[in-house]
């Protein structure tokens, strides 16, 4: 069986493919004015021709493209992501059918001031991601709350989803149980402890000035339901967030939440058994697109790594850091390199896994500290992760919000906030070693 094929940029040109299409399409309708001109085209028509591409040029070369592509929709993180999207929409579809949503959003309006929501989102998901240590959990269990106060509030959706991916982001960045932290602090060879404190450098900046964007952005008005629901219907969010906050696994959190839902809709609203089963497959069906993307990009992704796309970036990150000294250039390269690895894999765990080896030779080479290559590596891949729009965080979220994923993207201030300022960090910190020629900086910057 043949392995990997040498590195290739025409292997990226599926991808390219795709971005053309999705993108292209979205971009020309939005000019003539179309209403929802991203949804014209749907991602995963989109990604049908680039997969075609793919499998041709890994027929081409002689290697099992099938095999490879099935492999890539068959790995075992695709499918737990998978089954997480399904019982999100059971559990959202379920939880508006009871009551549920009202019942909490009447609560939650209850205590919380208006001018505060939005932050009070961010800080709510930042917390529960930091106890889960996953974005994806979190994004399952706060985002249907999330909806609710921005129905009642008169909220932009798409302003709502955005704090909650943000605050997801966010902790799972921090968390010490994530699997992108534990991953980037073990191939640089540094204690979770020293990437932690390293991270929050970067982090805090970042959280303080979300929470102060959010304060201002969008004009709450709550409207308290004239007849709110039994704040009983409230007790399997609450359920859910007290597991999640636990570290009960979050298939595991999901699967209770949508049982507890359905038992407290028979006991406490107008709600059967057989309206209960149809829900749970309407909630199945709410993230049908969702599923396809993920498991079109995760085949799309395998045939590009085994192609030698993912080779070919690779090589030109480590030929634009070569030649060139000194701990800036080191970690613009690091970052680039896990960025543009998470763009390709959209899955930011595989980005660190791969891109660390090499990242940790490049931190040794220009004299960067293992814990802040660590920490690097884990920002730039869980800010790509959660910009992607092709990424399995934001498609979870703008499935259940019935947002474009491109009108999502424009809304995670912390993501924008933690990738700019911690490029800032680097461009202008002093450097312990002596300065570094700036004109080399401003080379790898360019290419």
């Known amino acids: 069986m043949s392995s990997s094929a040498p590195p290739s940029f025409l292997a990226l040109s599926p991808l390219l493919l795709?971005?053309?299409?999705?993108?292209?399409?979205?971009?020309?309708?939005?000019?003539?004015?179309?209403?929802?001109?991203?949804?014209?085209l749907p991602a995963a028509v989109a990604l049908v021709p680039a997969l075609a591409l793919a499998l041709w040029f890994a027929h081409r070369r002689g290697?099992?493209?099938?095999?490879?592509?099935?492999?890539?929709?068959?790995?075992?993180?695709?499918?737990?992501?998978?089954?997480i999207f399904l019982l999100s929409g059971a559990f959202t579809v379920v939880s508006r059918a009871t009551g549920g949503v009202e019942a909490v959003?009447?609560?939650?309006?209850?205590?919380?001031?208006?001018?505060?929501i939005l932050p009070g989102i961010f800080l709510l998901a930042t917390a529960i991601a930091l106890a889960l240590g996953t974005s994806m959990g979190t994004i399952a269990a706060v985002a249907p709350i999330a909806l609710g106060l921005a129905d009642a509030a008169s909220l932009d959706k798409a302003l709502v989803l955005g704090a909650v991916l943000s605050?997801?982001?966010?902790?799972?960045?921090?968390?010490?149980?994530?699997?992108?932290?534990?991953?980037?602090?073990?191939?640089?060879?540094?204690?979770?402890?020293?990437k932690f404190l390293e991270n929050l450098k970067f982090s805090v900046p970042a959280a303080l000035g979300t929470l102060v964007l959010l304060a201002f952005a969008g004009d709450a008005q709550p409207v308290l339901p004239a007849d709110p629901p039994s704040a009983w219907l409230a007790l399997p969010y609450l359920a859910v967030l007290g597991l999640a906050v636990l570290g009960v696994n979050v298939l595991a959190v999901?699967?209770?939440?949508?049982?507890?839902?359905g038992a407290f809709g028979l006991a406490f609203a107008d709600y059967g058994v057989l309206a209960f089963s149809g829900d749970v497959h309407k909630g199945f069906l709410s993230v049908t697109d969702?599923?396809?993307?993920?498991?079109?990009?995760?085949?799309?992704?395998?045939?590009?790594?085994?192609?030698?796309?993912?080779?070919?970036?690779?090589?030109?990150?480590?030929?634009l850091a070569r030649g060139r000294k000194g701990p800036r250039v080191g970690q613009l390269g690091i970052a680039g390199l896990v960025a543009g690895s998470d763009a390709l894999l959209a899955n930011n765990t595989v980005a660190i896994l791969l891109s660390g080896p090499i990242a940790k030779d490049i931190a040794?080479?220009?004299?960067?500290?293992?814990?802040?290559?660590?920490?690097?590596?884990?920002?730039?891949?869980?800010?790509?992760?959660?910009?992607?729009?092709?990424?399995?965080?934001?498609l979870l979220a703008a499935s259940l919000g019935g947002v474009s994923p491109l009108d999502l993207a424009g809304s995670l201030h912390y993501c924008w906030l933690l990738g700019g300022l911690t490029l800032a960090w680097v461009l202008f910190e002093r450097s312990r070693s002596g300065a570094e020629d700036p004109a080399q900086v401003r080379e790898v910057l360019l290419h």
């Open 18 to 40: 795709f971005i053309a299409l999705f993108c292209g399409v979205g971009f020309t309708l939005t000019a003539l004015g179309e209403a929802n001109a991203f949804y014209q």
């Open 63 to 83: 290697a099992p493209a099938f095999d490879r592509l099935l492999g890539g929709m068959g790995d075992k993180d695709v499918q737990l992501m998978l089954l």
């Open 105 to 116: 959003v009447a609560l939650g309006l209850s205590v919380i001031p208006a001018a505060l």
């Open 167 to 194: 605050g997801a982001t966010c902790g799972d960045n921090l968390s010490v149980i994530s699997d992108t932290a534990i991953a980037a602090a073990r191939t640089q060879g540094t204690t979770m402890r020293a």
């Open 254 to 261: 999901l699967a209770v939440g949508v049982v507890l839902a």
């Open 290 to 319: 969702t599923v396809l993307v993920s498991l079109f990009v995760a085949g799309l992704g395998a045939l590009i790594r085994a192609d030698g796309g993912f080779a070919w970036f690779v090589a030109r990150i480590e030929a």
């Open 364 to 394: 040794a080479e220009h004299g960067v500290a293992p814990a802040r290559a660590a920490s690097l590596l884990d920002i730039f891949a869980c800010v790509t992760q959660s910009l992607l729009p092709w990424g399995a965080q934001i």
